[in-house]
């Protein structure tokens, strides 16, 4: 096993990868293959991770244990109920950990995320509050829009909407970062 960094490449064909698979194979085949394809490739990620990086990072982890469940669930009783709900799942079970810590005085945030952001605590805070409403309401979004709308609108809306919709998301936390960033050596 290897324990050097993961290359930016692979790191973005490991977080990509499996939604951009999933997204081919529904419009090439169904939305079943396309649910096996997640699996697998989501799986395959999760194992490219843990070679570089010799440890299971928190969230790909979880997200592929709900992944291979509800995927598993689909396939194996032919209901795409279940693999519509694994967004509202996972986001609502980010929002309740990141609720928790935050009830326990930690930012689990903080504890992912401080080797990329530098920020003070007040920062920390106010964006672990903020990615707890954030994943409530993708939940939500997730809930309207697969329970009323069509199957494509909704594997177009996970793809592209809520990607786009994280995006926005940090974007507009551009100025939480830099007011909140701690000042390095350099800056004084």
Request: proline share 3%.
């Amino acid at each position: 096993m290897s324990n050097r960094p993961m290359p930016q490449a692979i790191k973005t064909a490991t977080e990509l990868g499996p939604i951009g698979l999933f997204l081919g194979a529904y419009y090439l085949y169904d939305l079943f293959v396309a649910t096996g394809v997640i699996i697998v490739t989501t799986l395959i990620g999760l194992a490219v991770s843990y070679y570089y990086e010799r440890k299971l990072p928190a969230m790909p982890l979880v997200t592929a244990v709900v992944v291979t469940v509800f995927g598993g669930l689909t396939l194996y009783l032919k209901d795409d109920t279940f693999i519509k709900m694994k967004p509202t799942i996972i986001y609502a079970l980010f929002s309740a950990a990141l609720f928790a810590g935050l009830m326990m005085g930690k930012s689990f945030v903080q504890i992912l995320f401080g080797s990329v952001w530098k920020l003070d605590q007040e920062g920390w805070h106010k964006l672990t509050w903020r990615l707890v409403a954030f994943f409530l309401i993708m939940a939500a979004a997730n809930e309207v829009v697969w329970r009323n709308y069509s199957t494509e609108l909704w594997v177009n809306i996970k793809v592209f909407g809520f990607t786009g919709a994280t995006f926005v998301f940090f974007l507009m936390q551009m100025g939480l970062f830099s007011k909140h960033a701690l000042k390095t050596e350099d800056e004084g």
